[in-house]
C-alpha cells in the first residue's frame, strides 16, 4: 500500500514562521500601504479582472509564435500527451498561462524548486473549475539567461555539498554539461541501489550526460517529474520570441524608460518596505556565447562593459533589428519580457521575488502591458512521522518549532520548572510601587524624581538579571530537555533556516519515490495563502 493514505497537512498563517518579511505580511493582509504597488489581488475577483484585462491586450500574432518556439523546443523530448495539448492550446484566445520561473540549479537546487511549479499546477487546474470558458496552462519559465553561476552550480544532499566546477561566463542555459560526468559517478555512489536511489541515478545521468546544454538538462529534469500535470517548460532565449520584445528593448535604449519608472516607486515604496533592486540607467545585457555584459549609454555611445565593443546608436539599433537574441534583459526587464511573449495572468515567486515586482507596476503601465496578479508561492516544511511524535512529547506546536532557538529553550524550560515564579508578575509590581514613589516625589520634592527614576532603573536591571540567572540554572538542570529540543528544531530546521532553501529534493525522493510528488501536489493550496506542514 502506498505511503501516501497515510499523508497529513496542516497549514498555518505565514507569519507566524517568523520566516517572512513585512512587505509580504503586509501584501497577504491587503494593508493600504502596498496597495498601490499591485493590479489585482489574488483572488477569485482579481482574477475574473485579469483574464478581462490579458484577453483585450495579447496579440494572436504573439500566440502562434510562442506555440512554434516551444514545438520546435520540446522536438527532441519526450512530452506528455497534456503538455502537447498545453502547448496546442496556447494558439486559442481563450487559453492564458499561470508562471513560475527559476534558476537552472543543478539537480533543481533547493526543495522550493518543487513547490514553485506545483503552486502554478495546483492554481491552473482551480482557477480551470472557476473559469469553465477559459483554459489555464501551468508554465516554468527557466531563467536561462542567468549568469551567477557560484548560485546555481550546487545542490545539497544530506548535508553535504554537491558541486559542479567549471568556468564560468555568458547565459548559463548555453553551458555544455562539462565535468558532470565526475559529478554523476560521485553522487550516485551516495544514493544506494534501492528502487528510487535507481530512479535518481538514471534522472541526473540522463538529463547532465546525455543532455547538450543546461536548458536542456534542467527541461528534462522538470519534464520527467511534472509532465503528467502539462507542465510547458519554455526558454526565452530564443530569438524569435527576442523578436517580438524588441520594440520594447529599443525603447530601453533610447528612452531609459524603466529606470524612469522604477525610480518613481522606489521613492513611494522606502517609505514602509525595504527596496530590493534598484535599476540601472539601461537594464539589457549584451550577450555573447561567453559573456553577459552590461549595455552602457554615455553620450550617445553605447559600450559594452568589460569589453571592447562600443556602439553608436544606429549601430546598437540596427544590433538589435537583426541579432535580437545578442540582447539580454536584466532583473527589472525580465518580468515585462514574460508577460510581453505569455498570455500570462499570474506570477508565483518567494518574497524576494515579489518584492523586486512590486517595484515594476509604473513601468508597465509606461509601456502599456497589463501587470499580472502576484502570488506568494506555497512553503512547505515536511516532517516524519517520528518527528511529529517528538514534538508531540517535548509539548511543542508546529507554530512553536519555528521560533528562535533561544526563546523556544525559554519557553520550554520555564514551563518545565518546578518553581513557579512570574518575573513579568514582579516587573508590572516594580513599575507601579515606583510609579507611587514619583507621585510622593512630584507632590513632595520635584528634584527626588530624578533619583527614583535611576533607583527604579536599577531595581529592573536586577531583576532582569535575576531571570538570566534563574534560566541559565533551569537549563543547567534541564540539559536532557535542551538537549532534545536542539537536537529535534536543528534537523527540521538546518543552518536555523527554513528547509526548504537548504535540502534538495532527493533526500526525500529516495525515501518516499513518486509519492512525494503527490503528497505535495495534494497538500499545497495557493490560493489559502498559508505556510503547509507535510506529515510524512
Given at each position: 500500500m502506498s505511503r501516501i493514505h497515510f499523508m497529513k497537512f496542516t497549514h498555518i498563517p505565514f507569519h507566524k514562521t517568523g520566516f517572512f518579511s513585512k512587505t509580504m505580511t503586509d501584501y497577504l493582509d491587503q494593508k493600504e500601504s502596498i496597495k498601490q504597488f499591485y493590479n489585482n489581488f489574488p483572488d477569485m475577483k482579481g482574477f475574473a479582472s485579469q483574464i478581462q484585462e490579458k484577453a483585450t491586450s495579447f496579440p494572436q500574432v504573439t500566440r502562434k509564435e510562442l506555440v512554434t518556439v516551444l514545438q520546435d523546443q520540446y522536438s527532441n523530448i519526450t512530452a506528455s500527451e497534456a503538455t502537447l495539448e498545453?502547448?496546442?492550446?496556447?494558439?486559442?484566445?481563450?487559453?492564458?498561462?499561470?508562471?513560475?520561473?527559476?534558476?537552472?540549479?543543478?539537480?533543481?537546487?533547493?526543495?522550493?524548486?518543487?513547490?514553485?511549479?506545483?503552486?502554478?499546477?495546483?492554481?491552473?487546474?482551480?482557477?480551470?473549475?472557476?473559469?469553465?470558458?477559459?483554459?489555464?496552462?501551468?508554465?516554468?519559465?527557466?531563467?536561462?539567461?542567468?549568469?551567477?553561476?557560484?548560485?546555481?552550480?550546487?545542490?545539497?544532499?544530506?548535508?553535504?555539498k554537491v558541486t559542479w566546477d567549471r568556468p564560468e561566463g555568458g547565459a548559463v542555459g548555453r553551458f555544455s554539461l562539462e565535468g558532470l560526468q565526475e559529478v554523476f559517478a560521485s553522487f550516485s555512489k551516495q544514493l544506494g541501489d534501492s528502487k528510487n536511489?535507481?530512479?535518481?541515478?538514471?534522472?541526473?545521468?540522463?538529463?547532465?550526460?546525455?543532455?547538450?546544454?543546461?536548458?536542456?538538462?534542467?527541461?528534462?529534469?522538470?519534464?520527467?517529474l511534472f509532465k503528467s500535470y502539462g507542465l510547458v517548460i519554455l526558454d526565452a532565449d530564443d530569438q524569435r520570441l527576442k523578436n517580438i520584445f524588441a520594440p520594447l528593448m529599443k525603447d530601453e535604449l533610447l528612452n531609459q524608460t524603466s529606470k524612469k519608472a522604477v525610480s518613481k516607486t522606489i521613492l513611494n515604496l522606502e517609505k514602509d518596505y525595504k527596496v530590493q533592486v534598484n535599476p540601472r540607467d539601461i537594464n539589457l545585457f549584451y550577450l555573447t556565447e561567453n559573456s553577459r555584459e552590461r549595455i552602457i549609454e554615455n553620450e550617445g555611445q553605447y559600450p559594452i562593459h568589460n569589453t571592447d565593443l562600443v556602439f553608436s546608436e544606429a549601430e546598437i539599433i540596427y544590433e538589435l533589428e537583426n541579432h535580437s537574441d545578442r540582447f539580454s534583459p536584466n532583473v527589472i526587464m525580465r518580468p515585462l519580457y514574460q508577460e510581453v511573449i505569455l498570455p500570462n495572468l499570474c506570477y508565483i515567486g518567494g518574497g524576494g521575488e515579489l518584492a523586486y515586482w512590486f517595484q515594476l507596476k509604473a513601468y508597465f503601465e509606461a509601456v502599456e502591458i497589463p501587470f499580472p496578479i502576484l502570488l506568494l508561492r506555497n512553503s512547505v516544511q515536511i516532517v516524519s512521522k517520528k518527528q511529529v511524535k517528538k514534538l508531540h512529547n517535548l509539548d511543542i506546536s508546529f507554530e512553536e518549532m519555528f521560533?528562535?532557538?533561544?526563546?523556544?529553550?525559554?519557553?520550554?524550560?520555564?514551563?518545565?520548572?518546578?518553581?513557579?515564579?512570574?518575573?513579568?508578575?514582579?516587573?508590572?509590581?516594580?513599575?507601579?510601587?515606583?510609579?507611587?514613589?514619583?507621585?510622593?516625589?512630584?507632590?513632595?520634592?520635584?528634584?527626588?524624581?530624578?533619583?527614583?527614576?535611576?533607583?527604579?532603573?536599577?531595581?529592573?536591571?536586577?531583576?532582569?538579571?535575576?531571570?538570566?540567572?534563574?534560566?541559565?540554572?533551569?537549563?543547567?538542570?534541564?540539559?536532557?530537555?535542551?538537549?532534545?529540543?536542539?537536537?529535534?528544531?536543528?534537523?527540521?530546521?538546518?543552518?536555523?533556516?527554513?528547509?526548504?532553501?537548504?535540502?534538495?529534493?532527493?533526500?526525500?525522493?529516495?525515501?518516499?519515490?513518486?509519492?512525494?510528488?503527490?503528497?505535495?501536489?495534494?497538500?499545497?493550496?495557493?490560493?489559502?495563502?498559508?505556510?503547509?506542514?507535510?506529515?510524512?
Open positions: 498545453n502547448i496546442k492550446s496556447l494558439e486559442n484566445k481563450d487559453t492564458f498561462t499561470i508562471t513560475t520561473g527559476h534558476q537552472l540549479n543543478l539537480f533543481t537546487g533547493p526543495l522550493y524548486f518543487l513547490y514553485k511549479i506545483l503552486s502554478t499546477i495546483n492554481l491552473s487546474e482551480t482557477l480551470a473549475e472557476q473559469f469553465p470558458l477559459q483554459r489555464f496552462v501551468p508554465v516554468y519559465w527557466m531563467a536561462t539567461e542567468d549568469h551567477d553561476f557560484e548560485e546555481i552550480n550546487y545542490f545539497n544532499f544530506k548535508g553535504k536511489a535507481i530512479f535518481l541515478s538514471q534522472l541526473f545521468e540522463k538529463a547532465y550526460v546525455s543532455q547538450n546544454s543546461l536548458a536542456d538538462a534542467t527541461r528534462y529534469i522538470a519534464n520527467e521560533m528562535e532557538q533561544h526563546l523556544l529553550l525559554a519557553k520550554k524550560v520555564q514551563k518545565n520548572s518546578d518553581i513557579q515564579f512570574s518575573f513579568a508578575d514582579a516587573t508590572e509590581l516594580l513599575t507601579q510601587q515606583f510609579l507611587a514613589l514619583r507621585r510622593i516625589a512630584n507632590d513632595t520634592d520635584v528634584s527626588f524624581i530624578g533619583a527614583v527614576d535611576a533607583q527604579q532603573r536599577k531595581q529592573l536591571k536586577g531583576l532582569e538579571n535575576l531571570e538570566k540567572r534563574l534560566l541559565r540554572a533551569e537549563k543547567r538542570k534541564n540539559f536532557l530537555l535542551i538537549n532534545r529540543i536542539k537536537s529535534l528544531q536543528d534537523q527540521l530546521l538546518p543552518n536555523k533556516s527554513l528547509e526548504e532553501r537548504q535540502r534538495n529534493f532527493s533526500e526525500y525522493y529516495l525515501a518516499h519515490g513518486h509519492d512525494l510528488i503527490i503528497a505535495l501536489k495534494e497538500s499545497l493550496k495557493p490560493l489559502e495563502q498559508a505556510f503547509t506542514i507535510l506529515e510524512l
